[in-house]
C-alpha cells in the first residue's frame, strides 16, 4: 500500500512563494513520474507539472517560468516551488504518482488527497 502525504499550501499574497511537498511511503520499487494537478473551483482539472524518470520537468504554459518541479528519488518525495503568485493559481493543489512500481509486483497510480492554495490580498 502506498500512502501519499502533501504539505506547504496556505494562504498568500499576489507575488508571494510556496512550496508543496508530496512525500510517498510504502513498499515503492520504482515510480515513473511524479508530479502536481490542479483544480480551481468550476474548473477542469489540470497538469501544472510533471517529471518523470530521466526526463525534463514538463510544465503548463501558465507557471512556466514561475514554478519549478523537483523530485528526490532517495525519499520518494516530489516538490513544486511556486512563485511570483497570482490570484489565479488559487486552487487546491494534487499530488499524483504515475507507473509506480511496488517492490511485491505490480503497477498502479495514486493521487494525494489535496492542498489547498490560496493567492489573495
Known amino acids: 500500500q502506498v500512502q501519499l502525504v502533501e504539505s506547504g499550501g496556505g494562504l498568500v499574497q499576489p507575488g508571494g512563494s510556496l512550496r508543496l511537498s508530496c512525500a510517498a511511503s510504502?513498499?515503492?520499487?520504482?515510480?515513473?513520474?511524479m508530479g502536481w494537478h490542479r483544480q480551481a473551483p468550476g474548473k477542469q482539472r489540470e497538469l501544472v507539472a510533471s517529471?518523470?524518470?530521466?526526463?525534463?520537468?514538463n510544465y503548463a504554459d501558465s507557471v512556466k517560468g514561475r514554478f519549478t518541479i523537483s523530485r528526490d528519488n532517495a525519499k520518494n518525495t516530489v516538490y513544486l516551488q511556486m512563485n511570483s503568485l497570482k490570484p489565479e493559481d488559487t486552487a487546491v493543489y494534487y499530488c499524483?504518482?504515475?507507473?509506480?512500481?511496488?517492490?511485491?509486483?505490480?503497477?498502479?497510480?495514486?493521487w494525494g488527497q489535496g492542498i489547498q492554495v490560496t493567492v489573495s490580498s
Open positions: 499524483n504518482l504515475d507507473k509506480v512500481l511496488l517492490v511485491a509486483g505490480g503497477v498502479d497510480d495514486y
Open positions: 510504502g513498499s515503492i520499487f520504482r515510480i515513473y513520474a
Open positions: 517529471i518523470a524518470s530521466g526526463s525534463s520537468p
